[in-house]
């Protein structure tokens, strides 16, 4: 029904910068919050940053002042630019949403995630 897919991830050196995109596909009504999220080796997935379809937005402490988080509404994409990287920014990269569907004749909700991107800061 729905699918979401990251890219932009990679290897980058402490201090340097990388942009993350999440494309959401389907039988796409509208998407209301839209995030990402980090998942470090042997740690629970944590919040990264929130953007709502108006454009207002949510960080965690850690990465305040350093990643901005945007959106296309026309195109379903929500990006993470992601400058000053640190090596504790080392992480799978998840991107989430929330959409309405078309299902048959009918509308659906629900939380979707996308497959992971994976962020390797170190020199």
């Known amino acids: 029904q729905v699918q979401l897919v990251e890219s932009g991830g990679g290897l980058v050196q402490p201090g340097g910068s990388l942009r993350l995109s999440c494309a959401a596909s389907g039988s796409i009504v509208s998407i209301d919050l839209m995030g990402w999220y980090q998942q470090a080796p042997g740690k629970q997935r944590e919040l990264v940053a929130t953007?709502?379809?108006?454009?207002?937005?949510n960080y965690a402490d850690s990465v305040k002042g350093r990643f901005t988080i945007s959106r296309d509404n026309a195109k379903n994409t929500v990006y993470l630019q992601m400058n000053s990287l640190k090596p504790e920014d080392t992480a799978v990269y998840y991107c989430?949403?929330?959409?309405?569907?078309?299902?048959?004749?009918?509308?659906?909700?629900?939380?979707?995630w996308g497959q992971g991107t994976q962020v390797t800061v170190s020199s």
């Open positions: 953007i709502r379809s108006g454009g207002s937005t």
């Open positions: 989430n949403a929330d959409v309405t569907y078309f299902r048959g004749i009918y509308r659906a909700r629900s939380v979707y």
